[in-house]
T-cell receptor
């Protein structure tokens, strides 16, 4: 089946620093990737939609200058949390929609990255 | 945008009993309805999905029903087992935007914590 990886699986950083999270589709090409944020005991909230070779589309209320998304290839999207603060601490999950997935609509989820900002 | 409501927020059953989780949505153009199981700290796992042209789908102990007129769909788990204990999320996949350049988004319900007691 389709496999999506994320790196790192967890990260602890100091307030004010930037953190980069990678999302890779390992065995398929992903034209579209999605980034979600999940706070403890809450649901997944879509942050942005990332399309290969174009600018990401951000959801209302998500600061595009704070959460930088780059989708430079069909297998890699990155999310950079700039000037992180404790309130950015969360579980960040990516998902990928494959070329075949575009018709099936199934999104393949990465394992998530636990970000803790001190 | 799409509004998804999921009930109940918690559900406790005895092993062997059935469990039912319900979701309602607002956009009648939504066309794909997946259900996910998420264990603590893990990625969401697709357990079953249904498309708007189908009223019911079953996979062993799991079934999903869809009522497009009423805009609600339900997850049914029969013969529950302790390993079914997890958080379950419904999701709704909306249609692409009018220009067809943005793929439909997945909006998640609030989640249901299912506990199956041995």
């Amino acid at each position: 089946g389709a496999v999506v990886s994320q790196h790192p699986s967890w990260v602890i950083c100091k307030s004010g620093t930037s953190v980069k999270i990678e999302c890779r589709s390992l065995d398929f090409q992903a034209t579209t990737m999605f980034w979600y944020r999940q706070f403890p005991k809450q649901s997944l909230m879509l942050m942005a939609t990332s399309n290969e070779g174009s600018k990401a589309t951000y959801e209302q209320g998500v600061e595009k200058d704070k959460f930088l998304i780059n989708h430079a290839s069909l297998t890699l999207s990155t999310l950079t949390v700039t000037s992180a603060h404790p309130e950015d601490s969360s579980f960040y999950i990516c998902s990928a929609l494959g070329l075949a997935g575009a018709a099936s609509r199934e999104q393949f989820f990465g394992p998530g990255t636990r970000l803790t900002v001190l | 945008g799409e509004n998804v409501e999921q009930h109940p927020s918690t559900l406790s059953v005895q092993e062997g009993d059935s469990a039912v989780i319900k979701c309602t949505y607002s956009d009648s153009a939504s066309n794909y309805f997946p259900w996910y199981k998420q264990e603590l700290g893990k990625r969401p796992q697709l357990i079953i999905d249904i498309r708007s042209n189908v009223g019911e789908k079953k996979d062993q102990r799991i079934a999903v029903t869809l009522n497009k007129t009423a805009k609600h769909f339900s997850l049914h788990i029969t013969e529950t087992q302790p390993e079914d204990s997890a958080v379950y999320f419904c999701a709704v996949h909306g249609p692409p935007n009018a220009g067809g350049t943005s793929y439909g988004k997945l909006t998640f319900g609030q989640g249901t914590i299912l506990t199956v007691h041995p």
